[in-house]
């Protein structure tokens, strides 16, 4: 399973004898949902506008009729016309290629980023790379979409020492709209003013023992809490409240306490892991390596105080990978192990054990979960071989007893590494992996018979070979190297961003 760290694009391939482009669709109109992975025109042919004819007024009292001639210099018919005009199409039909993942490069070849393909695309760095990382609630309202946009975030390190690692307070700012960038002035609309600007990356930091193997946030405006698990075993909770406002008021004076944690939890003793989670009243749930589970709740709304349980919950048989509040019950949680399970549980039967359980839900290690905030009875799942699921709660067995999912796929050719819904599309989850891929789907897009077949026929390789291709994969994002863990910005409809060994990515596609 993928676990510590030691560009992005959604690709154009450009030679000087063909060009191919990322397997990437417009999701378009709701009431276009059939539009393939493949849609893009890469021909280079342009529908022409109409042209003023100067000497048109001369010439409208006379009818004039116009043959083309062919490449010969014969004149041609109108019918003979037409079929050329055909015989072009489908020439150009034919050498038409998809970009995917896998695809063997030719001498020469490089893979450029298509910007049409993004409304927004940034890359930011920072000194050591980030394992995970989670956005910051803010006050700048809900459902914006005007840029540039800004946005705020906590992460944590994986430094080469214990003592170098940090939390970072990371502002984003200037995130202009990109869309225009390969498109050239004069070319441009008359509306387009997008301005060329680079964003700006601001920083704050707390000094952290340990590396952070995983980093959530409270998501509440009012009382912004972070929450660090750390390789040392200890989960530290921070009060990052005055931090985060000392961002708007250069200078202020931030009290020293904010730089030590709020409280530790040391329930998980010497044993990492990396599973947590934040309830919505700030309770805090956290899984080890060795397969126990806690909870540490807060005495109060202040945040001031908290207190984390002893006994653990037991059920799992292996490392706790990932864990999910439910958005719906306020005691029930989901868990899933590297035992190849997923368990739902009620913090009001800790005694009882997991309340319910997918018994071999992946063949291999389950690394990754997520609870749908919108359809509230839809559970994804990510595994160590690649593969996603989706589950439906309302129907978590058959006939026979046994836990069929709601929806299955085999994309990805390495581990998934973060898997998470779109807070404002139930139908549409991103899901990124050990290979590199960072991929968009919509599950509530199916085809007849006829798109099915013009889907599979768009979908051929440079070899000519068919390639299996689901219709519901809207967009593949690519460029960045080992990527770690995706998120949806909260505020920002279709915005996400993801961190990896090179660095974070912050980009909003025109898929979503």
């Not at 700006?200 to 959530?216: A, D, M, P």
């Not at 912004?224 to 990052?240: E, M």
């Not at 919950?313 to 490392?319: D, E, K, P």
């Not at 978590?396 to 836990?403: C, F």
Request: glycine share 6%; net charge negative.
């Amino acid at each position: 399973m993928p676990k510590r760290q030691n560009q992005s694009t959604t690709a154009t391939l450009a030679s000087e004898e063909k060009t191919k482009i990322a397997a990437v669709a417009g999701k378009g109109a709701a009431d276009q949902p059939s539009k393939p992975a493949d849609s893009m025109d890469v021909d280079g042919d342009a529908e022409m506008g109409e042209f003023e004819d100067a000497y048109e007024d001369e010439m409208e009292e006379e009818d004039v009729v116009e043959h083309a001639e062919d490449s010969d210099g014969v004149e041609m018919q109108d019918g003979d016309e037409d079929e050329e005009e055909e015989e072009t199409e489908e020439k150009a039909e034919k050498t038409r290629q998809v970009y995917l993942p896998g695809d063997q490069l030719g001498e020469g070849e490089v893979l450029q980023v298509d910007n049409s393909a993004y409304h927004m695309l940034h890359n930011m760095s920072v000194h050591w790379p980030c394992l995970s990382f989670d956005f910051v609630p803010d006050s700048l309202g809900s459902s914006r979409s005007a840029f540039p946009h800004t946005m705020y975030a906590v992460a944590g390190t994986q430094a080469e020492r214990a003592h170098q690692n940090q939390v970072l307070l990371l502002k984003w700012s200037q995130l202009h709209r990109t869309i225009h960038d390969d498109v050239d002035d004069e070319d441009k609309d008359d509306d387009v003013n997008d301005l060329d600007e680079d964003p700006i990356l601001e920083t704050k930091t707390l000094r952290h023992q340990g590396g952070v193997n995983r980093v959530r946030v409270l998501q509440s405006h009012q009382t912004p809490l972070a929450a660090t698990w750390a390789d040392t075993g200890k989960v530290h909770i921070w009060d990052i409240k005055k931090l985060m406002e000392s961002f708007e008021t250069p200078g202020t004076q931030v009290p020293a306490s904010v730089h030590q944690p709020l409280f530790t939890v040391a329930s998980h003793g010497r044993t990492e892991g990396y599973a947590m989670d934040w309830s919505a009243d700030g309770r805090l749930l956290t899984g080890d390596c060795g397969s126990k589970i806690f909870l540490t709740t807060r005495r109060n709304d202040t945040g001031a105080s908290f207190v984390a349980d002893r006994s653990a919950f037991r059920g799992h048989t292996a490392s706790v990978e990932d864990l999910q509040w439910s958005p719906e019950e306020a005691s029930v949680f989901a868990s899933c192990s590297v035992d190849q399970t997923i368990k739902i549980w009620d913090v009001r039967a800790k005694s009882r054990g997991f309340a319910l359980e997918v018994p071999n839900a992946h063949d291999a290690d389950i690394n990754v979960i997520s609870w749908n905030r919108k359809a509230r009875y839809l559970l994804a799942s990510g595994g160590d071989n690649g593969d996603f699921k989706v589950w439906d709660m309302r129907k978590w067995t058959d006939a026979s007893g046994r836990s069929t999912p709601a929806a299955e796929f085999k994309w990805h050719r390495g581990a998934i590494t973060s898997i998470e819904w779109c807070p404002t599309d139930e139908s549409v989850l991103a899901v990124s992996g050990a290979d590199d891929q960072l991929t968009l789907w919509d599950l509530a897009v199916e085809l007849d018979a006829e798109e099915e077949a013009r889907h599979r026929d768009a979908m051929v390789g440079a070899d000519g070979a068919k390639r299996e291709v689901p219709p519901q994969l809207l967009f593949i994002h690519q460029g960045q190297s080992q990527i770690k863990e995706l998120h949806w910005h909260p505020q920002i409809p279709g915005a996400l961003a993801s961190t990896a060994a090179s660095g974070f990515n912050i980009f909003k596609t025109i898929s979503v």
